[in-house]
């Protein structure tokens, strides 16, 4: 369909083109008339260009709309499997001085502190880690 799409634009380009040329050429008074008619001729080719973006954009757009919908479910998923396997478990362990104020946020449903160290549970790791990951996607795409 791309292939096609840019084929027939190329081709109502050359016509338009085509068209401004010969109304331009006709420049005697005895001629406006159908310089006017080409040019309208032009002006409905480029309406014509136009509505045919406008439908390859529409097109374009369902096609991105379903597949964030798709990869959004399957976030989605991945999520409630990973809560699912490590609930209760600890994801990662980090020493108390690193996150001091915000310890026991970071521990919810992980088990608190051992050993001078928080564990982190999968919750607020993948609360943090969506965050995060935003962001830097966010300062490097922009």
Same mark, same amino acid.
């Given at each position: &369909?791309?292939?096609?799409?840019?084929?027939?634009?190329?081709?109502?380009?050359?016509?338009?083109?085509?068209?401004?040329?010969? %109304?331009?050429?006709?420049?005697?008074?005895?001629?406006? %008339?159908?310089?006017?008619?080409?040019?309208?001729?032009? %002006?409905?080719?480029?309406?014509?260009?136009? #509505?045919?973006?406008?439908?390859?954009?529409?097109? &374009?757009?369902?096609?991105?709309?379903?597949?964030?919908?798709?990869? &959004?479910?399957? #976030?989605?998923?991945?999520?409630?499997?990973? $809560?699912?396997?490590?609930?209760?478990?600890?994801?990662?362990?980090?020493?108390?001085?690193?996150?001091?104020?915000?310890?026991? $946020?970071?521990?919810?449903?992980?088990?608190?502190?051992?050993?001078?160290?928080?564990?982190?549970? $999968?919750?607020?790791?993948?609360?943090?880690?969506?965050? $995060?990951?935003?962001?830097?996607?966010?300062?490097?795409?922009?």
């Amino acid at each position: &369909m791309r292939v096609s799409v840019n084929a027939e634009e190329l081709q109502l380009r050359a016509e338009i083109k085509q068209l401004l040329k010969e %109304a331009n050429a006709m420049s005697q008074p005895s001629t406006f %008339a159908q310089a006017t008619k080409l040019r309208r001729m032009a %002006a409905a080719k480029e309406q014509e260009l136009v #509505k045919n973006r406008e439908k390859l954009r529409k097109v &374009m757009k369902s096609s991105y709309d379903s597949h964030t919908k798709t990869l &959004m479910i399957l #976030k989605v998923l991945m999520y409630l499997l990973l $809560i699912i396997w490590f609930w209760r478990i600890p994801v990662a362990s980090i020493p108390k001085q690193l996150v001091q104020p915000f310890g026991k $946020i970071l521990s919810w449903r992980a088990g608190g502190h051992v050993n001078e160290n928080v564990m982190v549970g $999968i919750i607020p790791w993948l609360i943090l880690s969506t965050r $995060i990951s935003k962001l830097i996607c966010r300062k490097i795409f922009k």
